[in-house]
């Protein structure tokens, strides 16, 4: 049975309908973790075979909580779209707004690789970034930006730079590192050129 075109009626994770028992609700959080880590390992070549399998868990199940690939791959997108927002939003409280920035930069890179791939492999199963994806993107560079604009008032980034400016740097930095894969010492010192760019020029960000 193909695994893009399966569906499962009656079941759709949608509004208006009645609350999933906590067991189904287990069951979809770990098929989207496992999904995650397979498919971001894996990318195109991965299967939700392989998903069903490692999450202990049927196929059918699998497509009973999504009734698409595509449909659990941008699930998995929102999953680690939402999780980076928390993230970001948690560092706005931090005492060092400029460090809180950079830091998040560099884990935004690092964790580039697996997002390119669980992207690569949506669009192989036919699917692309849907309203639900968009958003919880939207709601990430939001983050960013706020993340950014602490790190202006703290004068540790350059007032003349501006979010789309700094997420072009984000996605270059990250395909850059994701497709050449460079070793972590080349992209540290790759950062460290970005981040001493954004500075103001009476500071230096090499690390």
């Excluded at 075109?5 to 770990?30: F, K, L």
């Excluded at 994806?133 to 008032?153: F, T, Y």
């Excluded at 007032?159 to 996605?171: F, S």
Aim: aromatic share 4%; no cysteine; net charge neutral.
């Amino acid at each position: 049975m193909s695994e893009g075109a399966m569906s499962i009626p009656g079941n759709r994770e949608t509004g208006g309908r009645r609350p999933q028992r906590a067991d189904a609700r287990s069951n979809r959080e770990r098929i989207l973790n496992v999904a995650e880590e397979v498919f971001g390992k894996g990318g195109e070549s991965a299967s939700t075979e392989e998903v069903a399998r490692l999450a202990n868990v049927g196929i059918a199940t699998v497509f009973r909580h999504f009734p698409t690939k595509a449909a659990l791959l941008e699930s998995v997108l929102v999953q680690r779209f939402d999780r980076l927002r928390a993230q970001a939003e948690t560092l706005l409280h931090a005492t060092d707004p400029g460090t809180a920035f950079f830091d998040f930069f560099r884990h935004l890179v690092a964790d580039a690789t697996g997002k390119i791939a669980i992207t690569e492999a949506l669009l192989e199963a036919g699917g692309d970034h849907g309203s639900d994806a968009a958003q919880a993107s939207d709601g990430l560079r939001r983050a960013v930006g706020a993340l950014l604009q602490q790190a202006q008032r703290a004068r540790a980034v350059r007032n003349d730079v501006e979010l789309p400016e700094v997420y072009a740097l984000l996605v270059a930095t990250s395909r850059a590192s994701a497709h050449a894969h460079v070793e972590e010492e080349v992209r540290d010192r790759m950062l460290a050129i970005v981040f001493d760019g954004l500075a103001p020029r009476r500071t230096s960000r090499r690390r």
